[in-house]
Each structure stands twice: as structure tokens, then as C-alpha cells.
């Protein structure tokens, strides 16, 4: 199925959303929460799985619907139909501070494969599905499990990603390591695996984990420099303790000791 042709703009730096501008009878699918704002004419509706196989049959539909719950996403995403004679926009915003990355698939051979978490909104036709991985070490090491998600079609798609981003031209047999929960998406003609740090102070004391991706070119490679992991772990390791509040909170010693500290209570 062709994609539909949809025009966008990215506004912001830190939190960005993305507005999608919709001829007359276009549609965009988009995750469930990610909304931001509409126009007035623009109809909301709820579709198993992508919307790529809604001419289906029921048996297909729900092939679809399963694979997104493979990849932790709901069963349901939903369409936004521009139902005016006019063009109209819907806005759709980033989960976390980072990056909302375009990614015409027509220019990537029709692939693109992310973290699980990573999309955000299509053009509808775009299929979003899953992607296994095929060595055991890469599934049970690689940061991403044996699961991630590919984005297939000719069409626009949006991925967003955590912190600063940065994007990679690799040439054929040029390798980047990579600390495997950095890791937005790559081009289908990536090779990815994973490789053991090496050394015993390395890995036990050297707090990167015991091992890192390798990404092997030819290809485009997007890292992030705030996975949504490591955030999470940052504000549960500064969060108050048993009961809601510090033992020194609010105490002269208490603050002292923060001023001490500084950034050490992470």
C-alpha cells in the first residue's frame, strides 16, 4: 500500500512536537498518548495494530495487533482523518525531553529498524511491525532483548529519541560502538551485534555494563545521549526514601550536606 503524502514541521529544541499538515481525506496514525492538538474537521478513530492491513481480514488484523504487543505497545493505535475540504493539522508531541527524528522510508529502501519505543506517528500506510533478532547474545545482551521494531512503507514516519541526538554515516565495514541502550534506529543494511567490554576491572567496576553494541556499515546509524532508562534510574535514585522525604530534609545539616554533594547522589 502507498503512503500518504503528508507535509510536516518540528518545532522546539529540548521538548519538540511534530505538526503534521493533512490534505483533505489524508490520514496519520499515531500512538495512543502522543497527541498534542487538532484542528477542528479532524476525526479521531481507533484502529487495531498500524492501519496498514485495515482491508484485511480479521485473522490479519490481529497478526498485527499481536506484533505491537511483542514490542510493548498497545494493542490499539489511532487514525486521524482530515474529514475538512481544506488542508488541516494535528500536532503530536515527544514522551521525554530529546529529539523527534523524520525518517522518509522511501529514501531508507522501505526499513528502519528502532528501539521498541521509539515511534511516534506515520503517514497511514506505513506498516510498523517487529523485528527479531536472529543471535542469542545480541537478544540477551543487546539492551533491546531479542525484539526490536521495524517501520516499513514509502512513507513519512517520526521516532523520537532521549537527550541530543546523533546521526552516523557508516561506510561499507566501518564500525561504531555504541553503549547499547544509546541506540534510536539504523537502516536495514546495518549489521548489529553485540561485544564483551574485555578486562575484569572493566567489568566490574568500570559501571558501563559488560558489553556494548557494535553497529557495521554501510549504512545511517541515530544515537541518543539520554536513553529513557537511564533518566528513570537518575530520578528513582534522587527520589526521597521510605516514606516521601529525606532523613535531613529540611534541616540546616541536610542542606549542607546537598550543597556538598552536588551531582554525587547519582
Do not use: W
Not at 546521526?167 to 546495518?190: H, M, N, S, Y
Not at 557495521?216 to 516521601?244: C, E, H, M, N, W
Not at 535531613?248 to 541536610?254: D, I, K, P, R, T
Amino acid at each position: 500500500m502507498q503512503a500518504h503524502e503528508i507535509d510536516y514541521h518540528i518545532y522546539g529544541e529540548e521538548m519538540q512536537y511534530v505538526e503534521i499538515e493533512l490534505d483533505p481525506q489524508e490520514i496519520v496514525i499515531a500512538e495512543a498518548g502522543s497527541f498534542m492538538m487538532m484542528d477542528n474537521g479532524i476525526t479521531m478513530e481507533t484502529i487495531f495494530g498500524d492501519g496498514s492491513q485495515q482491508q484485511s481480514g480479521l485473522f490479519d488484523k490481529l497478526l498485527s495487533a499481536g506484533k505491537r504487543v511483542l514490542t510493548g505497545e498497545s494493542l490499539f493505535m489511532t487514525a486521524y482523518i482530515n474529514q475538512n475540504n481544506t488542508k488541516s493539522k494535528a500536532c503530536f508531541a515527544s514522551p521525554y525531553p530529546g529529539k523527534i527524528i523524520p525518517i522518509d522510508l522511501s529514501q531508507f529502501n522501505g526499513k528502519f529498524i528502532c528501539q521498541k519505543d521509539a515511534f511516534l506517528c506515520a503517514a497511514k500506510g506505513v506498516s510498523v511491525g517487529i523485528e527479531f533478532s536472529r543471535k542469542l547474545g545480541r537478544g540477551l545482551f543487546g539492551g533491546e532483548g531479542f525484539i526490536m521494531q521495524k517501520i516499513e512503507g514509502d512513507g513519512m514516519a517520526f521516532v523520537h529519541s532521549g537527550g541530543t541526538l546523533a546521526k552516523r554515516e557508516l561506510a561499507p565495514g566501518e564500525i561504531l560502538k555504541v553503549d547499547t541502550g544509546c541506540i534510536v534506529g539504523f537502516t536495514k543494511d546495518v549489521d548489529y551485534d553485540i561485544e564483551f567490554i574485555g578486562g575484569i576491572k572493566n567489568s566490574l567496576f568500570g559501571g558501563e555494563g559488560l558489553f556494548y553494541a557494535t553497529l557495521r556499515g554501510p549504512g545511517t546509524v541515530y544515537v541518543q545521549s539520554l536513553p529513557f532508562s537511564r533518566l528513570a534510574d537518575r530520578i528513582i535514585a534522587s527520589a526521597p526514601k521510605a516514606g516521601g522525604s529525606g532523613r535531613e530534609e529540611g534541616s540546616l545539616l541536610g542542606g549542607l550536606g546537598r550543597m556538598l554533594d552536588g551531582d554525587n547522589r547519582f
